[in-house]
């Protein structure tokens, strides 16, 4: 099932007419550290990519993503999304 889920997603990707890159980096904490000491990750390093069929505001449209990055707690993030 997840071979299938991949490959819709990737076929998808070719229809698409709307195509961006995202990219993260930085992030400023209100607080530099936790309660036991330990500083937050403010460099949160990661890209992603981005795909839409948009056309017209009066039509239902598809799009999705992915991205993968450094959290605060310097633990890799994996997002997968659709709309």
Known sequence: ?????????????????????????FTKHEKSHRIN???????????????????????LYFGSNFTALKDSFNEWQYTVSAS
């Open 37 to 59: 000491g330990e500083h937050y990750n403010e460099r949160n390093y990661g890209a992603g990519y981005e795909f839409t069929s948009f056309e017209n505001y009066d039509e």
């Open 1 to 25: 099932m997840k071979y299938i889920a991949c490959l819709l997603f990737f076929i998808s990707t070719l229809f698409a007419n709307e195509h961006r890159l995202l990219i993260s980096g």
